[in-house]
């Protein structure tokens, strides 16, 4: 089992950066891929980000490329989403997951092993 817990969400301007964490417990945190997925109201959970597990390669949206970077340090179970120049279409749930098999790459929701809770961020304009 792998528990992840996510924090840093919230309120910000459009134009404005947040920071998201994702503290991950229970299994090697090294032996899996993480990423971030966001759900807005009334649609889909979509990919945002993920890195695999020796934080090597990344792997990104195109509606975040050059706006977002997602890291970890494995040595403190941690995985993170830097979000800068936030946009009102940015605001969602932001889920933090974990994928045992895969390396990040082409990573559908479906794939996914576990979540966490999820964390809000609202983007104004």
């Known amino acids: 089992q792998v528990q992840l817990v996510e924090s840093g969400g919230g309120l910000v301007q459009a134009g404005g950066s947040l920071r998201l964490s994702c503290a991950a417990s229970?299994?090697?945190?090294?032996?899996?891929?993480m990423g971030w997925f966001r759900q807005a109201p009334g649609k889909a959970r979509l990919f945002v980000a993920a890195?695999?597990?020796?934080?090597?390669?990344?792997y990104y949206a195109d509606s975040v490329k050059g706006r977002f970077t997602i890291s970890r340090v494995n040595t403190k179970n941690t995985v993170y989403l830097q979000m800068n120049n936030l946009k009102p279409e940015d605001t969602a749930v932001y889920y933090c997951?974990?994928?045992?098999?895969?390396?990040?790459?082409?990573?559908?929701?479906?794939?996914?092993?576990?979540w966490g809770q999820g964390t809000q961020v609202t983007v104004s304009s």
């Open positions: 997951a974990a994928n045992l098999k895969g390396d990040g790459s082409s990573w559908p929701s479906y794939a996914t092993d576990y």
């Open positions: 229970g299994r090697t945190f090294s032996s899996y891929a």
């Open positions: 890195i695999s597990r020796s934080g090597g390669n990344t």
